[in-house]
């Protein structure tokens, strides 16, 4: 009995060593720390550099791991040279790698003494990646606009999996540049953008990881002078050069995005136009002569301006309808009463403004509106008409389209010399 409790104490004793050892090493494998915080910090086309926190603790080294497999089975590259037993600063580069592609790091912290390695736990395993390095995005072009919008897109580059958008007004600085990161679509519209103005762009191609850092190619592609849809075009004016000419002067406010502008004329009342064209450049007047103008009558005119995109032209809104026609000739006759006008009816007017000048190019007094075509002027101002002095006349034709009232051309005048 004796032998036997000495066995159990002996037993015992043995077991409380063991246990004791044991927690004694458990402990001091405990005490190397978990990596956290581990990030990529750059890449290029065949590298990427990595970095973490640093563990707390003597001696501490890490070994960096870099796999093109998640699970980290074959063909694993590390940093445990010969002479160089891992790394003792928070980051690591690995090198020779294939542009544009995703690897797998992971990093462990550990002790190095007297042939002994002691290790600490595996990071989290994060997943890296390398700039592209294909050639420039191709067949970047814009295919739509509206008044505050542009729509650019480009074919895919195989290397990325995303693209950085890079754009600005034309003529702008660079602190007036806005960036967007853009997720696989090979096509985007930017929006909120001023209106009638031109704006440039510039693409490349990226790599992005599952955690979000970008690896950017050191390709980039621009695209010049992109314009917004043009507004409607406004400050609209139309004028002859005479009563009887045919040729035809059309103005507006010019738009710094058209690539030119489309007019149409239609006659008073007509369904279909009568005349039509395109002034094919930006700027803010053009001219017409033809016979199709002749007639003395009101037509209507409205304008737009337009884009030309690739394989297809965008127009802006149309004008509000400004109506004209030309000035009427008027005959002038010495009478005992004054000076007798008379001239031919304008079609579509409402009526007609006769005006008295002494002066031949400024100094017009209004004297009457009428709906006759005819009209005796007795007075200049206040002042009867003084015998042997020269007058000049000149009658506009009026046409009131709901509040507004438009008039006919009105730069010639007519002269006579009174004589009573």
Known sequence: MGKIWKFVKFYTMAMVCVLFLGAGMKSEAGTIGTVSGLKQISAGPNRVEISWNAVIGNHIRYKAELCENKNFTGGIMDNLEAENKGSDLPRETFSGLTPGKKYYVRVTAFTYTEEQFCWGTPSVVLEVVTAPESDKIQNFRQTKATETS????????????????????????????????????????????????EYNFWICPVKKSADGFCALSSYTTNLQECPVLPAKVKGVEASFWSPTSEHLDLQWEQSESADGYQYQVYAEGGKKALLGGRKKENGNSTNLSTNKLKS?????LRMRAYINLPGNTQSGKWSDWIYFSRQPDVETQNTKSGVKLTWDKVRGANNYTVYISSRRDSGYKKVKNTSKTSATVKKYGKSG????????????????????????????????????
């Open 150 to 197: 542009i729509t650019v897109s480009w074919k895919k580059c195989a290397e990325a999996n995303a693209y950085q958008l890079t754009y600005g007004k034309r003529g702008g600085d660079l602190s007036g540049r806005k960036t967007v990161l853009i997720d696989k679509a090979t096509s985007y519209t930017v929006r909120k953008l001023s209106r009638n103005a």
């Open 296 to 300: 003395l009558r009101f037509l209507k």
């Open 385 to 420: 008409l003084k015998s042997g002095k020269q007058y000049y006349f000149m009658v506009v034709a009026n046409k009131k389209v709901g509040k507004k009232t438009f008039q006919s051309t009105r730069n010639y005048c007519f002269w006579i010399t009174y004589r009573n």
